[in-house]
């Protein structure tokens, strides 16, 4: 692409991106995410020296084997191609492009993965390790114990959480005080804004709801239930998932189990007490069906 077509290409993609955001209502982490597969897509055409707008199918196939021979696994590739077909669906109908190379090519099928999830004897060890307390430090880089006991509590309550309600971790990190319902010192359910900005209301067991309503006693309703400190912003995801590893170390279990397969958890629990399938997809979210078949393991 010569520099005004990199130019063209830029200020499209922005608009792009403004376009998922704002009117579609698309997760800062998704319009991320299209952002860096559409980057790796203006390299490859930079190197081809090809322009963006005058791509042909031909093109495409091209760029996949490309992706596939430098080891690009095929989720991300499929990934990619949807990335591509969402754009030249939306340039087109903008009158950026003529033509959707994308639209006739043979897209690239998902190998359909089984999910990971914990056994009820894993869950029980992964409880039993947050709530030993006896690897806590009296100190460390200056904090005292019940400042270290406090942020490992948090993560015990974030966890616990996505357990018993089946959050997604970028959902749980994003509740506010004013998102959870309370009724007699008891959190009875959440109010989640899920991807595509959609809304549903998720049940919080009585058990957990005593102990997740009393954490949040005294909080504004502004606030973030998960926030490090008043009137703060809650952990990262990354900082969470580094947090569950060292616990899932610590207890013993050798699945590789991250803040999503504790969600993955929650559905094998549903399904193990008899939930309908259609009950388990708006319980988490889902808007096809056919993603949530893959807990039908």
Same mark, same amino acid.
């Given at each position: ?49 090809? !322009? ?46 003529? !033509?959707? #190379? ?12 089984? #999910? ?67 009724? !007699? ?48 912003? #809650? ?43 259609? !009950? ?18």
């Amino acid at each position: 692409m010569t520099t005004t077509e990199l130019s063209q290409f830029s200020q499209a993609r922005k608009e792009f991106l403004a376009y998922l955001k704002y009117t579609k209502g698309h997760r800062d982490t998704t319009c991320y995410n299209y952002g860096s597969d559409l980057n790796i897509w203006e390299r490859w055409l930079k190197e081809a020296e090809l !322009d963006w707008r005058e791509v042909s199918p031909v093109d495409l196939e091209r760029y996949v084997a490309t992706l596939s021979r430098n080891g690009t696994g095929p989720h991300a590739v499929a990934r990619k191609v949807s990335s591509l077909a969402t754009f030249y669906k939306w340039a087109k109908r903008q009158g950026l492009v003529e !033509d959707d #190379p994308v639209y006739l090519i043979e897209k690239p099928k998902r190998p359909r993965r089984i #999910p990971v999830w914990m056994e009820k004897e894993e869950q029980a060890a992964l409880y039993k390790a947050m709530r030993n307390h006896d690897d806590i430090p009296d100190t460390i880089f200056g904090r005292p114990r019940a400042a270290l006991l406090a942020i490992r509590q948090r993560y015990e309550l974030l966890f616990e959480l996505i357990q018993k309600t089946g959050l997604r971790i970028s959902e749980a990190l994003g509740l506010k005080v004013q998102d959870i319902r309370v009724v !007699d010192g008891v959190a009875r359910s959440i109010r989640v804004i899920g991807k595509g900005n959609k809304e549903r209301l998720v049940p919080v067991p009585d058990s957990f709801g005593r102990v997740f309503a009393l954490s949040l006693a005294g909080k504004p309703a502004s606030e973030y239930a998960f926030a490090k400190s008043p009137g703060g912003k #809650p952990m990262t995801a990354r900082a969470a998932r580094d947090y569950l590893d060292k616990l899932v170390e610590k207890a013993g279990i050798e699945k590789p189990i991250t803040p999503h397969k504790l969600r993955h958890t929650y559905a094998t629990r549903l399904l193990e007490n008899n939930a309908q399938l259609i !009950d388990i997809q708006a319980l988490l979210g889902h808007e096809s069906i056919a993603t949530t078949q893959i807990y039908t393991h």
